[in-house]
Each structure stands twice: as C-alpha cells, then as structure tokens.
C-alpha cells in the first residue's frame, strides 16, 4: 500500500495509466493521424538529431518569459492604483472586463502591423495576454483587505503609503501570485498563435509546419514539450513562491494535497 501511496502522490500512477490508454488508442487508429508514444518519441529523437528541437524549444521559452515578465511588472501597479482609487476602478473597470474578453490571437495581425514581424509583436502580444489576469487577481486582493486593518493602520498613524507598502500589498501577495501563474498558461497559448503565424522559429513554427510534410508525430512532440515546458515553469514558479514568500501563505495556495 505504501508503494501505490507513493505512486498516486508523485504523480506517476496517473502518467502510467495515460501512456497506457494512449498506446491503445492508437493501436486502433492510424498512425499517421494518430500515433502512439512510442512514435512520438522517435519523432522527438528524430527532431533532436540535428538540434533544432532543443533551439525552438529556447526560443519559444525566451519569449513567453519576456513577455509574461513584462506584462506581470506593468500589471501589478495597475491593480494596486485600481483596487485602492474607487475613481479609477469606476473609470477603467468597464473597458478592462469589455477588452480581455478579445482573445490575444485575435491582435495577431494588427500587432504585425503595427510592430512588424520581428520579436516586438511576439512580446506585446504576450505581456496583453499576462496583463489582465494579473490586473484583475491583484485589484481582487487589494479589495479583499478587511477595512479592520486598515483602519488599525491609520489609528496607529500609518500613511497611506505605510498601508500600502505593510498593509496592502503583504496581504495581495498570494492574489498576485495566483495570477502570474495563470497568466504563465495564456502566455503560452499567445506565443504559440504568433508563431504559427509569422515566425520560422519556435514550437509553434514547428507543429505548424509539419503539417506541410504530414509529419503527425512532430505535432505530438511540439504539444508534449509545450506542457513540459509549462509544468517546469509553473513547479519552478511554485518553487520559487514557497522559498521567498511562505510567510505570505503561498505554501498553503500552492501545493497539493496527499494522500494519508
């Protein structure tokens, strides 16, 4: 039983019982629409020969950090500033739950456009994809603050810019948290869109075009490394949250259950 325990907690139960009914799956159908694991990765091995795999795979990754990075720094004072000026929530909360309701891909073309073909319109498109998640986790933190505390705070003589700094933003931590990392998911969704469209690098020019050579095994590698390359990021962030911000509660926010 302890063995199975470990199992189901590590994860491992879960990828066996996947693999397995993948590789039935395909047994069933054909290979060439729908091929198994073990065709994926000799696809993977094949990709990896002369190392392009390993270079999209960087730059895809340099992209959706750029960007997500970006996009979370100009995100986090913007909620803030909303969550605590009730003139500036009223002002900009309409056309803030009217734009990020258009999908990121959907400025494809006009990002093209307007900041050429280069990396500048990867990187924009993915900071617009980042920059509501965490606008509106972080307005929803500020807003959560019980009025007790603040109102401790200015008894005691507090500023508004002490209630900010050892008030405010202590208790939005794990809000802002929370949404960097869901952001992290639509930044990944836009880097792929934007490369599928105007890029000759990247994952997202690699499952693209392999549909030109019928090669249904490289889409299967490009969709493997792209949830490899999220869930590496996200135990990375998570990791990174439960070093520098435990005594914020991230730990609790985080981390999974076990079983017992």
Request: aromatic fraction near 12%.
């Amino acid at each position: 039983m302890s063995l199975v325990r470990r199992m189901l907690n590590s994860g491992l139960a879960t990828w066996v019982i996947i693999l397995l009914l993948w590789q039935l799956l395909a047994m069933n159908s054909n290979p060439d629409f729908f091929p198994g694991p073990l065709s994926t990765l000799r696809g993977m091995v094949e990709l990896s020969q002369d190392g392009s795999l390993f270079r999209y795979i960087g730059i895809s990754m340099l992209r959706v950090l750029k960007g997500w990075v970006l996009g979370s720094v100009l995100a986090v004072p913007i909620g803030l500033l909303m969550g605590r000026s009730s003139i500036l929530r009223v002002l900009m909360e309409p056309f803030l739950h009217f734009i990020r309701f258009i999908p990121p891909l959907a400025f494809i073309t006009l990002f093209l456009l307007w900041f050429g073909i280069g990396e500048t319109s990867k990187m924009v498109l993915i900071m617009y994809a980042t920059l509501f998640t965490v606008i509106l986790n972080t307005m929803t933190g500020v807003l959560s603050v019980e009025e007790d505390k603040l109102r401790s705070a200015r008894c005691m003589g507090a500023s508004e810019r002490q209630i900010m700094q050892y008030v405010i933003i202590p208790a939005t931590i794990p809000y802002i948290f929370t949404g960097i990392r869901l952001a992290m998911s639509s930044s990944f969704m836009a880097i792929i869109g934007a490369e599928m469209v105007a890029a000759n690098e990247g994952i997202g020019f690699m499952i693209w075009s392999s549909r030109l050579y019928f090669k249904t095994d490289w889409i299967f590698v490009g969709l493997f490394c792209l949830g490899i390359m999220g869930f590496v990021t996200d135990r990375l962030l998570i990791w990174l949250g439960n070093l520098t911000l435990s005594r914020y509660g991230i730990t609790r926010a985080a981390f999974r259950g076990k079983l017992k």
